[in-house]
């Protein structure tokens, strides 16, 4: 059987802390991100993983010690030379060895799709307020009625789609840090989740005002070049649509309309070509 404790290169009175950091180093070097997705260096991390969680577990560690201990010992009969007792024992770990690989392989492919899911909602979040503040296009006073009604409801939509989808993401991706008082008390643990919740609501608020800014400053700097580009929308719209509402109110109420469907559109259209390459 395989030795954990040499794989990680550490001892067999190993701590816990010391475990952890002997994984962490070992798999910043053989990770398939860094290594160019070898089928090697995948292999080689899937064992990695296997050996960790065996290891910090203590009732896994137990059984592990046990079998080797068994090893060295030649008590167990299936550490056998018999010929046939060698080759039944390789290939039950050949099998256990390959079903771990799989399993580790397919929660790395799904980690990976839900963190294009999350890059792909933001992203897109962002460059249509970008594109939005910039272009100012006059959708709404463009379309009759039929269009309104596609519009209102595809706005109806993508609010709910937009909210689903961060809530999702917040809760997958971010942690709130505990009291000092309890992080005194209680054992360190490292957060399964990247960042903390303060961090990504920055991110969120900051990339949409970031958005925002260089939306407004770049359509303020090249309008003339836009007022042109949407004159072809602006000659549908009706005489007297939009009276009473300032140019501002219709700058708001377009960055609060329009990005929400983008994100509806940009993730569903995603989702059909994940789908398509996954078949």
């Known amino acids: 059987m395989t030795d954990y404790y040499q794989v990680l290169g550490i001892k067999p009175s190993a701590t816990a802390s010391e475990i952890k950091s002997a994984y962490r180093q070992l798999a910043r070097k053989r990770h398939p991100d860094v290594n160019r997705d070898s089928e090697k260096a995948a292999r080689e991390f899937a064992l990695l993983s296997l050996a960790y969680h065996t290891l910090i577990d203590p009732q896994e560690r137990a059984f592990h010690d046990q079998q080797l201990t068994k090893q060295r010992n030649g008590t167990s009969i299936l550490e ?96 709130k840090p505990e009291p000092i008082h309890f992080s005194i008390t209680q054992e360190d643990k490292s957060p399964s989740q990247p960042f903390t919740r303060f961090s990504a609501y920055a991110f969120l608020v900051g990339g949409y005002g970031v958005s925002l800014g260089l939306g407004l400053l770049i359509g303020w700097q090249a309008q003339d070049f836009f007022s042109d580009l949407t004159m072809l929308f602006r000659h549908h719209v009706p005489a007297g649509t939009g009276a009473g509402f300032s140019p501002t109110t219709m700058i708001i109420s377009d960055l609060i309309f329009y990005p929400p469907i983008a994100v509806l559109v940009i993730d569903t259209m995603h989702a059909l070509a994940s789908r398509i390459d996954a078949g």
């Open 80 to 175: 056998s030379d018999n010929p046939h007792a060698q080759r039944a024992r390789n290939i039950a770990a050949q099998a256990r060895w390959d079903r771990v690989v799989n399993q580790i392989l397919e929660n790395d492919r799904r980690e990976n799709t839900a963190r294009q899911r999350a890059v792909f909602t933001t992203v897109s979040l962002f460059l249509s307020t970008f594109f939005v503040a910039m272009i100012k296009p006059p959708l709404w006073q463009s379309f009759g009625l039929i269009g309104r009604a596609i519009l209102a409801t595809l706005f109806i939509a993508g609010i709910w789609h937009l909210i689903t989808r961060l809530r999702e993401y917040f809760r997958h991706y971010t942690y």
